[in-house]
């Protein structure tokens, strides 16, 4: 683990839908590499709760109903890759999530991140989990939480002893709202209407690589480590 996380594996992107398991992968990559995991809900909420100049921006565009623009946060992750833990590499989860934001990426890599002897590090390898649109509805619209302390269950994949209880304080089971069905659908069509260009972005530049979703988590976790050693150029 520690000459893992003493190599430098430059920017890693993980794109997929929502239920493809990329947070998981995030958090076992961040582990292996000892590299940050950088989520852009968690930038935001941030900046928001320390009211930096950018986090009063978007607060006053949330509060007006409106969606955070491109360029607000792009701005915000790129203060964020300026941090001295990001030198050795970084995971990207959640950005880019449309084709402007992978383009802005290329540019602050390009020109803002690396100096010119880190050149082949500037292109960060892409790696898209892909999960079956009828198995990512199992996945999301079968989980159930407890009400007591938020333990998570699935009833097709893995169900409680006891129908709508939880195996290990006894409370009650509940479909939380962005779980059921009608949102679970709005948000995979989403996707694919905003992110999935941003696979096609990085594919037509031969830099993007799948991963089978579907296949059980640590087989999941062992191809995208080897597609990150095998082709993330690390040093």
């Known amino acids: 683990m520690a000459e893992q996380a003493s190599r430098s594996v430059g920017p890693i992107v993980l794109l ?34 320390r009211a930096t100049e950018l986090g009063v921006q978007a607060r ?6 409106e969606l955070v623009s491109d360029t607000l946060v792009c701005d915000m992750v790129g203060d964020r890759l300026q941090g001295q833990d990001c030198l050795p590499g970084f995971i990207l989860d959640g950005f880019p999530r449309t084709a402007a934001q992978a383009g802005w990426l290329d540019a602050f890599l390009e020109h803002e991140f690396f100096d010119n002897s880190h050149e082949r590090r500037c292109r960060p390898i892409v790696i898209l989990i892909d999960v079956d649109y009828n198995q990512l509805l199992l996945r999301l619209t079968g989980r159930r939480t407890c009400l007591a302390n938020g333990h998570i269950y699935n009833v097709h994949f893995q169900p409680p002893r006891e129908d709508e209880v939880c195996d290990l304080d006894g409370s009650r089971l509940v479909i939380r709202n962005d779980d059921r069905e009608e949102v679970i659908r709005e948000r995979l069509t989403a996707y694919e209407r905003q992110t999935r260009p941003v696979a096609e972005y990085y594919h037509r530049q031969g830099r993007l690589f799948t991963v089978d979703g579907s296949l059980p988590v640590d087989t999941v976790t062992a191809k995208v480590f080897q597609e990150i050693e095998g082709h993330g150029g690390m040093a």
């Open 60 to 65: 006053d565009v949330m509060a007006r109903g």
């Open 16 to 49: 997929g839908s929502p239920g493809a398991g990329k947070g998981t992968q995030a958090k076992r990559i961040a582990e292996r590499y000892g590299i940050p995991q950088i989520s852009t809900g968690d930038l935001l909420r941030e900046n928001v709760q």
